[in-house]
C-alpha cells in the first residue's frame, strides 16, 4: 500500500475526527518498514504540540498534513520553510 498525501484538499474537512486520525496511524503502521520507531514519534508529536503552526489540533499550517499521520513515516520532513523542526530519518 503506497504512503497517501494527506493535505486539505483530499479530505471533506480540515477538521478531521479523531476516528480518521485513528485510522490512518493504524494504515501506517501496516507499513513498518516505512515508519519511525515509537520513540521518534513521540519526539516529534511533542516538537508539534509546541507548534504555533498546528492547526485545530491536528493539522500542519505549512503542509496541510495531519502532523500525526505525516510523523510515523522516516522518509518525512517537518515542512517548516528553511529550518524543519524535526528531520527525516535514514
Ligand atoms: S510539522 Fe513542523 S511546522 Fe508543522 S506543526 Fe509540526 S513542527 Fe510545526
Known amino acids: 500500500m503506497s504512503e497517501k498525501s494527506l493535505c486539505k484538499g483530499c479530505v471533506e474537512s480540515v477538521i478531521v475526527s479523531e476516528e480518521v486520525i485513528e485510522e490512518l496511524i493504524l494504515e501506517a503502521e501496516e507499513q513498518p518498514s516505512l515508519i519511525v520507531s515509537e520513540e521518534v514519534y513521540k519526539e516529534r508529536l511533542?516538537?508539534?504540540e509546541e507548534c504555533p503552526s498546528l492547526q485545530y489540533g491536528s493539522t500542519c499550517a505549512h503542509s496541510g498534513c495531519i502532523v500525526r499521520y505525516r510523523a510515523k513515516f522516516k522518509?518525512?520532513?517537518?515542512?517548516?520553510?528553511?529550518?524543519p523542526k524535526w528531520e527525516k530519518v535514514s
Open 75 to 83: 522518509n518525512k520532513s517537518c515542512p517548516f520553510a528553511g529550518k
Open 46 to 48: 511533542q516538537i508539534c
